[in-house]
Nanobody, 124 residues
Framework: QVQLVESGGGLVQAGGSLRVSCAAS????????MGWFRQAPGKDRDFVGA????????DYSDSVKGRFTISRDNAKNTVYLQMDNLKPEDTGVYYC?????????????????WGQGTQVTVSS
């Protein structure tokens, strides 16, 4: 059973950058499509972006497209979410998740394994 651990969250000013990581154990990230989601207080868990199992395709929500980038390092068994030009509305707990199928889907319920999340706070 794969396990995921997110890290790299923190407090950053608007316009700044942050990179959060998702390290896997008990499985390889290249075996799954990987998604990133975020949840603000009192709100649903929203899709941020995802990378296909092959690594050849990515998808991003409209709110982060052009600012966030997902990448994968198979040697480190880690997926990254690079966040640039951060805005206060990007604040939330960021989660990574695996999906056993190869394709990218934006629906959280289609993902199988989740990490514990890492807090990202963007101040104005």
């Amino acid at each position: 059973q794969v396990q995921l651990v997110e890290s790299g969250g923190g407090l950053v000013q608007a316009g700044g950058s942050l990179r959060v990581s998702c390290a896997a154990s008990g499985g390889t990230v290249s075996s799954y499509a990987m998604g990133w989601f975020r949840q603000a207080p009192g709100k649903d868990r929203d899709f941020v972006g995802a990378i296909s199992r092959s690594g050849g395709s990515t998808d991003y929500s409209d709110s982060v497209k052009g600012r966030f980038t997902i990448s994968r390092d198979n040697a480190k068994n880690t997926v990254y979410l690079q966040m640039d030009n951060l805005k206060p509305e990007d604040t939330g707990v960021y989660y990574c998740a695996t999906r056993r199928y190869s394709s990218i889907i934006r629906i959280a319920s289609t993902y199988d394994t989740w990490g514990q999340g890492t807090q990202v706070t963007v101040s104005s």
